[in-house]
T-cell receptor, first 113, second 116 residues
Framework: AQSVTQLGSHVSVSEGALVLLRCNYS??????LFWYVQYPNQGLQLLLK??????LVKGINGFEAEFKKSETSFHLTKPSAHMSDAAEYFC???????????FGAGTRLTVKP | DVKVTQSSRYLVKRTGEKVFLECVQD?????MFWYRQDPGLGLRLIYF???????EKGDIPEGYSVSREKKERFSLILESASTNQTSMYLC???????????????FGPGTRLTVL
């Protein structure tokens, strides 16, 4: 079964510092991977998705993620954190030809001034 | 812009009550989903529907049922609410393209249900 594991339920960085949120997947077939963000009191919003076209995927708000098959990872990064990045981030995987998606437990990002 | 709306942001019900959560999307999407979100567990799929009157069980369908009589509306029903169903419920929809795997799911704002 497809699944994702997010390492670290809470991550805290200073404003301007690098953001690194970790996601590892388990999949017996090429996965389709997603990062979503949830701001307080809102639903989830797509940040970026990996569809096998390119291993480095750029998303909204300066975020990007790199698909590494050898490490079964899809970590999310941003070079310089902004206060507005404080939110909860979810990694998700979907198997081809399947309508459903599996989400990780989420990582709450705190940005300190 | 795709808009997914949920009937209530906050709901308080008593144990044993029948509860209806409504979700409406305005982009003619074929697929609709219901998830529950709990701290430390992420989102877990309850049910999804890929067409009117069609439904598929997700990972945790027990205690829930769904209804999709119209393409734009997907309802989640708690037949007899219990305290362990206190949670955040999120609805989502997506368009079926040539590659279902790459379809983006669009989420509503969520309904926070408390069962007393």
């Amino acid at each position: 079964a497809q699944s994702v594991t997010q390492l670290g339920s809470h991550v805290s960085v200073s404003e301007g510092a690098l953001v690194l949120l970790r996601c590892n997947y388990s999949s017996s077939v090429p996965p389709y991977l997603f990062w979503y963000v949830q701001y307080p009191n809102q639903g989830l919003q797509l940040l970026l998705k990996y569809t096998s076209a390119a291993t480095l995927v750029k998303g909204i708000n300066g975020f990007e993620a790199e698909f590494k098959k050898s490490e079964t990872s899809f970590h999310l990064t941003k070079p310089s954190a902004h206060m507005s990045d404080a939110a909860e981030y979810f990694c998700a995987v979907r198997k081809d030809n399947n309508n459903d998606m599996r989400f990780g437990a989420g990582t709450r990002l705190t940005v300190k001034p | 812009d795709v808009k997914v709306t949920q009937s209530s942001r906050y709901l308080v019900k008593r144990t044993g009550e029948k509860v209806f959560l409504e979700c409406v999307q305005d982009m003619d999407h074929e697929n609709m989903f219901w998830y529950r979100q709990d701290p430390g567990l992420g989102l877990r799929l309850i049910y999804f529907s890929y067409d009117v009157k069609m439904k598929e069980k997700g990972d945790i369908p027990e205690g829930y049922s769904v209804s999709r009589e119209k393409k734009e509306r997907f309802s989640l029903i708690l037949e007899s609410a219990s305290t362990n169903q206190t949670s955040m419920y999120l609805c989502a929809s997506s368009l079926v393209g040539q590659r279902p795997s790459t379809d983006t799911q669009y989420f509503g704002p969520g309904t926070r249900l408390t069962v007393l």
